[in-house]
């Protein structure tokens, strides 16, 4: 664990090696918006415990990109579901593969001779840890809300007779640091931001960089030129102060939180067959005059 990452973050990362000698599955929560890029994969793959991939807020990503990405998962030896952690059926068949993992550590030749199985849900901070563990519960049982960082404490939770949860506090890396502007676009990353005009801006670039830009209205009118597409949605949506100048923060906060909430419609930002890095190191390039490499958590 790296001394340089935030105190929060460090208690979160020694959270899980103090705990993980008595859990048995490990659930990775994902955002189905972004897979590979919201996951904590070698941290998770060191752990050696039976897992489980969950695609979280499926219900906003492309629904052919998402059966792209289970698939994709499944060939590499991974168990995935997509996965709307407020939808009873869609976590009724996380249940069913965690109770198939279950099976798997009672038949293991190093199982624990306790009878209840114990589940730790690994994700990034706001990808719906609280909301799934109060769905798998039945009630609420884990605060959630629709911000980043409000779970800060551990505690175990029951969900049935022979199954415990451990609620923890969402972890990040510095290779999710590194991303973290475009966490910050699928409401990830702890900490509030201000600056919705740079986090519009950013929207649309990565919009296009990810061939997603079909879905803001208009913009293809605009040849790149986010400041004017901003400004006409402004207009077009009567956001206006006085002089009937456009009303650009009321814009760029729509724009931002429209996307966030599948307002423009069902969005994947990576792709199975995509490169990522590929499209993080352009869009890197093009912010390579910003001192914003890096987010403060």
Same mark, same amino acid.
């Given at each position: 664990?790296?001394?340089?990452?935030?105190?929060? @973050?460090?208690?979160?990362?020694?959270?899980?090696?103090? &705990?993980?000698?008595?859990?048995?599955?490990?659930?990775?929560?994902?955002?189905?918006?972004?897979?590979?890029?919201?996951?904590?994969?070698?941290?998770?793959?060191?752990?050696?415990?039976?897992?489980?991939?969950?695609?979280?807020?499926?219900?906003?990503?492309?629904? #052919?990109?998402?059966?792209?990405? @289970?698939?994709? &998962?499944?060939?590499?030896?991974?168990?995935?579901?997509?996965?709307?952690?407020?939808?009873?059926?869609?976590?009724?068949?996380?249940?069913? $593969?965690?109770?198939?993992?279950?099976?798997?550590?009672?038949?293991?030749?190093?199982? *624990?001779?306790?009878?209840?199985?114990?589940?730790?849900?690994?994700?990034? *901070?706001?990808?719906?840890?609280?909301?799934?563990?109060?769905?798998?519960?039945?009630?609420?049982?884990?605060?959630?809300?629709?911000?980043?960082?409000?779970?800060?404490?551990?505690?175990?939770?029951?969900?049935?007779? #022979?199954?415990?949860?451990?609620? !923890?506090?969402?972890? !990040?890396?510095?290779?999710?640091?590194?991303?973290?502007?475009?966490?910050?676009? $699928?409401?990830?990353? *702890?900490?509030?931001?201000?600056?919705?005009?740079?986090?519009?801006?950013?929207?649309?670039?990565?919009? &296009?960089?990810?061939?997603?830009?079909? $879905?803001?209205?208009?913009? #293809?009118?605009?040849?790149?030129?986010?400041?004017?597409?901003?400004?006409? &949605?402004?207009?077009?949506?009567?956001?206006?102060?006085?002089?009937?100048?456009?009303?650009?923060?009321?814009?760029?906060?729509?724009?931002?939180?429209?996307?966030?909430?599948?307002?423009?419609?069902?969005?994947?930002?990576?792709?199975? /067959?995509? /490169?990522?890095?590929? $499209?993080?190191?352009?869009?890197?390039?093009? /912010?390579?005059?910003? #001192?914003?490499?890096?987010?403060?958590?």
């Amino acid at each position: 664990m790296n001394k340089d990452l935030p105190g929060h @973050i460090r208690k979160a990362f020694r959270s899980v090696e103090k &705990y993980l000698p008595v859990v048995d599955i490990i659930v990775e929560l994902v955002d189905a918006r972004m897979p590979n890029g919201s996951r904590l994969k070698d941290f998770v793959g060191k752990l050696g415990k039976v897992s489980v991939i969950a695609l979280s807020k499926a219900d906003l990503a492309d629904k #052919d990109a998402t059966k792209k990405w @289970i698939e994709k &998962y499944k060939n590499e030896g991974c168990s995935c579901v997509a996965l709307d952690c407020r939808d009873r059926n869609s976590v009724k068949n996380l249940a069913k $593969i965690i109770y198939s993992a279950k099976a798997k550590t009672l038949n293991s030749k190093n199982a *624990p001779l306790r009878k209840v199985r114990r589940i730790m849900i690994i994700g990034i *901070p706001n990808v719906g840890k609280s909301t799934l563990i109060n769905s798998l519960a039945g009630r609420s049982a884990a605060r959630a809300a629709n911000m980043p960082g409000v779970t800060r404490s551990v505690q175990w939770i029951k969900i049935s007779g #022979d199954l415990e949860l451990l609620d !923890l506090p969402g972890i !990040l890396d510095f290779g999710l640091l590194r991303r973290g502007d475009l966490l910050k676009l $699928i409401n990830t990353i *702890p900490g509030r931001d201000d600056d919705t005009y740079t986090k519009a801006k950013n929207l649309c670039r990565i919009l &296009y960089l990810t061939n997603n830009e079909h $879905i803001l209205p208009k913009i #293809d009118e605009f040849e790149h030129n986010f400041d004017k597409f901003i400004s006409d &949605y402004a207009r077009d949506m009567n956001f206006l102060i006085k002089g009937g100048n456009p009303d650009l923060q009321r814009a760029t906060n729509d724009i931002v939180k429209r996307f966030q909430n599948g307002g423009f419609g069902r969005v994947t930002l990576e792709k199975p /067959d995509q /490169d990522f890095s590929e $499209i993080l190191a352009r869009y890197e390039e093009e /912010d390579s005059d910003s #001192d914003e490499d890096f987010v403060n958590v």
